[in-house]
C-alpha cells in the first residue's frame, strides 16, 4: 500500500445521525484493558460478544460476555468475579449461548439463557491446570445434542475435546486429536454432526464419533474458516514473505480440490486479524491498516470489491466480523483511548459494502487531492464546494496540517517530505481518505 497510492473511501458516521436504519458505532467498557476474542449472532441481528478485561497492572483478569441487540443497546452482560477469560462462543440450536475458556487457570465452560444471560449449567476442569477451551460447537446426531470444546494450552499438546450432553452439562466422554504446538483459536461447523478447530497454521476436522484429519500449512496466523458455498470451504490465513500478504485457500467438499489465492499488501504496518461471510456471497475480513481499522470485501471468485478504512480519534482495531441475516454486517474489536492507552471494545453495524446509506452524504468521488506525488503545492478539488476540512496525518499517527480551502492550490512548502494520509471531512464526518506523498 506505502509504495502503491490509491483512493480509499472512508465512511465513519454516527449512530445518532442513521439510527432509522439501525447502523451503530458503539463501545462497552469492562475494565481498564478489555480484551474482545469472539462474536456470533442469532438471526434477527442480535449479536453475542465474549472476551475478558484486566486492571492497569495487566492483572486481575476478568472474563466477560455481552449482548447487544440489533440497534447497538446492551440487553445483558456477565461479569465473572474470580480470575478468568473468555475464548469462545456459540449458539446452540436451543437458543442458548454456550461459552468458554478458563478459571482460577483451568478450563471453563458455562450455558447460559440467551435471553437474560441467567447460568444454566458451567462446568469447571480443575484437573487442567494452564489449560482453557480454545473454541466450542454443538454438534447433533439426530439422536442427541452435544457440545465440544476443545482443551487447549501453549507449547506442545495434544487438544483434547470433551464432550457434554448439551441440555444436562453432564461430561460424556474426551476425544484427543493430533499433536499442535499453538494454541487452538477458532472452529468452524462443517454439518450438524462434524466441525473443524484451528490453530495458528493447522486445521482438524472431527465429526460426533470422535474421528478426525489434520490439514496444515503455512501461516503467522489464521483470521478464520467459513463456508464459501454449499460446497467450498475456504480458509483466510496471514503471513509474511518480503512483505506482508494475505491468502485464501478453498477445498471443494465433493472432490476435495484445493485452490486458492494470494494477495500482497506491500505495507509493512497491515494485519488481518479476523474473517468471516456474508452468506454465499461476501467473504469478510478485518483488521488494521496504517494504524486504522480497515475492511476488506471479497467476492466468491476472490477479487476484492471493497477496501473500508475506518479512520478514528482513537485507535482501533478490528478482531472478528460477521454478516447479518439482515444483509449487514458487523464489526467487532477493541479501541485504544489516548493518552490513558486504556482500551474498550467496540461494535461498528453497516450496509453490505462496509457503509452506511445516508444520502446527504457527498460521493468520494467528488473529493480529490492532486497532484500526487506533491512537490510544492497541492489542488483539493471540491466540485460541489461542499463545507470541508482537510488534515494530513504522519505516519506516527501525528496531525501535521489543517486546512479547510479547496477548489484553489494550497502551499505544502513548510511540510516535511514523506508519506501522509489525508483525512477528508464534510460536517464533521469522514468522507474520503487519501495516501499523499509529498517530495
Known amino acids: 500500500m506505502r509504495h502503491s497510492i490509491y483512493l480509499l473511501l472512508v465512511l465513519t458516521f454516527s449512530s445518532l445521525l442513521v439510527s432509522s436504519q439501525n447502523y451503530y458505532d458503539v463501545k462497552f467498557d469492562f475494565g481498564y484493558y478489555d480484551h474482545p476474542k469472539a462474536i456470533d449472532n442469532d438471526g434477527l441481528d442480535n449479536v453475542f460478544i465474549c472476551g475478558w478485561s484486566e486492571d492497569i497492572n495487566k492483572e486481575n483478569q476478568r472474563a466477560f460476555a455481552i ?49 437474560n444471560g441467567n447460568e444454566l449449567w458451567r462446568y469447571h476442569e480443575t484437573d487442567s491446570l494452564g489449560c482453557w477451551f480454545g473454541t466450542v460447537q454443538e454438534l447433533n446426531n439426530g439422536d442427541s445434542k452435544q457440545l465440544r470444546p476443545v482443551n487447549t494450552k501453549n507449547g506442545e499438546y495434544v487438544p483434547t475435546v470433551y464432550t457434554f450432553d448439551s441440555n444436562s452439562g453432564q461430561l460424556i466422554d474426551k476425544y484427543q486429536h493430533w499433536k499442535l504446538i499453538d494454541p487452538v483459536e477458532f472452529s468452524f461447523k462443517q454439518s450438524p454432526s462434524e466441525f473443524w478447530f484451528g490453530a495458528k497454521d493447522v486445521v482438524v476436522r472431527t465429526n460426533f464419533e470422535g474421528s ?99 479512520p478514528s480519534d482513537s485507535p482501533k482495531t478490528g478482531i472478528d466480523v460477521v454478516g447479518l441475516q439482515s444483509d449487514n454486517i458487523v464489526i467487532m474489536g477493541y479501541e485504544t483511548t489516548n493518552p490513558a492507552n486504556s482500551s474498550d471494545v467496540f461494535i461498528m453495524k453497516r450496509n453490505a459494502e462496509g457503509a452506511v446509506s445516508y444520502p446527504e452524504l457527498p460521493n468520494e468521488e467528488d473529493v480529490v487531492i492532486y497532484p500526487n506525488p ?19 496525518v504522519n505516519s506516527i499517527g501525528v496531525v501535521v496540517f489543517k486546512t479547510s480551502s479547496t477548489n484553489n492550490f494550497i502551499s505544502t512548502e513548510l511540510i516535511p517530505p514523506g508519506y501522509y494520509i489525508a483525512l477528508i471531512k464534510h460536517n464533521g464526518i469522514y468522507i474520503n481518505k487519501q495516501k499523499l506523498i509529498i517530495q
Open 212 to 310: 478426525s484429519l489434520i490439514w496444515t500449512y503455512q501461516a503467522s496466523h489464521t483470521a478464520g474458516m467459513d463456508r464459501l458455498s454449499e460446497n467450498k470451504l475456504i480458509i483466510v490465513r496471514f503471513d509474511f514473505g518480503n512483505w506482508p500478504y494475505m491468502s485464501f485457500m478453498t477445498q471443494d467438499l465433493l472432490t476435495n480440490d484445493v485452490d486458492g489465492k494470494f494477495v500482497d499488501f506491500y505495507d509493512s504496518d497491515v494485519e488481518v486479524i479476523g474473517s468471516g461471510m456474508l452468506g454465499y456471497s461476501k467473504i469478510l475480513i478485518t483488521g488494521t491498516s496504517d494504524g486504522q481499522l480497515v475492511l476488506w470485501i471479497y467476492d466468491t471468485d476472490l477479487n476484492l470489491q471493497k477496501e473500508r478504512i475506518y
Open 374 to 392: 506533491v512537490n510544492d503545492r497541492m489542488y483539493v478539488n471540491n466540485p460541489k464546494n461542499l463545507d470541508l476540512e482537510i488534515e494530513l
Open 67 to 115: 449482548k447487544v441487540d440489533k440497534y447497538g443497546e446492551e440487553i445483558w452482560r456477565i461479569n465473572e468475579s474470580t480470575t478468568s477469560k473468555f475464548y469462545s462462543l456459540c449458539i446452540m440450536e436451543s437458543g442458548n449461548i454456550a461459552i468458554v475458556g478458563s478459571k482460577n487457570n483451568s478450563s471453563y465452560i458455562k450455558v447460559v439463557d440467551s435471553s
